[in-house]
């Protein structure tokens, strides 16, 4: 992928050096010169068009602007929207437990599914928090893989859409790729924070050819805020996805966001922070803010690689479980077995202080 990412970055900057000479010259089919004015279409094109107050045919360059600037309303309404479900058994919590299993994700689209499916069922988890997870898109047969998880492991859970992937779906049928909160107990209050601060990497650009390694997108990165309601307590979470085509500045930046959300909370309010960070928040600014924010890291000194190596990078470690008290973790590890990804799940206990 990494070859691809620079190919991708190659044609946008030759496209910056060819758009001019490229609006010079393109022609749409209605003799529309783009970036001169209009050239009048035929008598025969205006016919049935929309009218403007003279009774003059609209240009059908004006009518393609406006159903395009629809269509990417459209596409950022449903953006915004949460898709929830409800699959855990319905309980009464008398005595609320002492502790709670947290696991965080990266699973890849959810490309190995049943692998996925097999290993958190295996963890017991109370609370699982995944990155990258495909809804109808082609690369995952066009399955709601956050759906079909909730379903297996029987769990309540919310999805927030990064992004619409154009190049895995189509207009009828588009297809998304986001972060989604499970849990064994209720969920509530949920919403995306979608960070100001964004990368121009995957936007659609006219250079680019519409197949699936370009991943051209509608969207931005995100973070995905829940609480999750046990008895009388309440935990909020907060699933992060924190860019990878971009450095540190813009990270720290997206984080910063996140961690001036927190402060709507009272401190005594327990709160978790996991994601895929794309960075190492054990030093650097991120740990600054973090610690600023009184957020504890759970795997403290016992960390170890998130990110497999493999021929083009070594290992890293970028993916974190960070919680505020009264959580305390008594527990925590990276499991670096399985293939189910190209990330390792991370996992932790917790007690309330």
């Known amino acids: 992928m990494c070859g691809l990412a620079n190919a991708r970055m190659l044609l946008q900057k030759w496209g910056q050096v060819q758009a001019p000479r490229f609006r010079r010259f393109r022609r749409d089919v209605d003799g529309f010169v783009e970036g001169s004015e209009p050239i009048p279409a035929f008598t025969q094109r205006q016919r049935g068009r929309p009218k403007d107050g003279n009774d003059r045919a609209l240009p059908a360059n004006t009518m393609s602007a406006s159903k395009s600037s629809r269509d990417a309303n459209n596409a950022m309404s449903v953006l915004e929207q949460i898709e929830r479900g409800t699959f855990a058994t319905p309980s009464w919590v008398i005595f609320p437990p002492d502790s709670v299993r947290v696991v965080s994700w990266n699973i890849n689209r959810g490309l190995h599914l049943d692998r996925v499916i097999q290993f958190l069922t295996g963890t017991k988890a109370d609370i699982i928090l995944l990155q990258e997870a495909d809804q109808n898109a082609r690369r995952t047969h066009q399955i709601n893989v956050a759906r079909e998880i909730a379903e297996k492991l029987r769990m309540n859970y919310a999805f927030g859409r990064e992004f619409q992937e154009l190049t895995q779906g189509s207009r009828t049928s588009p297809a998304y790729h986001g972060q989604v909160t499970l849990s064994r107990w209720p969920l509530s209050n949920c919403r995306i924070i979608r960070f100001e601060e964004q990368t121009s990497f995957w936007r659609p650009h006219w250079f680019l050819p519409e197949i699936p390694p370009f991943q051209e997108r509608i969207g931005g990165r995100l973070a995905l805020v829940a609480d999750v309601r046990i008895g009388d307590r309440m935990i909020v979470t907060y699933n992060l996805h924190l860019e990878s085509r971009g450095d540190d500045r813009l990270r720290c930046a997206q984080l910063d966001e996140v961690l001036r959300d927190t402060q709507r909370y009272k401190p005594s309010e327990p709160a978790l ?3 895929d960070f794309n960075l190492d928040a054990s030093n650097g600014a991120a740990a600054d803010a973090l610690n600023r924010a009184d957020f504890e890291d ?4 016992r960390h170890a690689p998130t990110k497999p190596h493999s021929f083009f990078e070594q290992g890293k470690i970028i993916d974190w479980i960070f919680a505020r008290k ?18 390792y799940p991370l996992s932790a206990e917790f007690a309330f202080a």
């Open 273 to 275: 922070l996991c994601g």
């Open 298 to 301: 759970a795997l403290a000194n």
């Open 326 to 343: 009264p959580l305390r973790p008594t527990g925590a590890q990276v499991h670096q077995s399985g293939s189910a990804s190209d990330h």
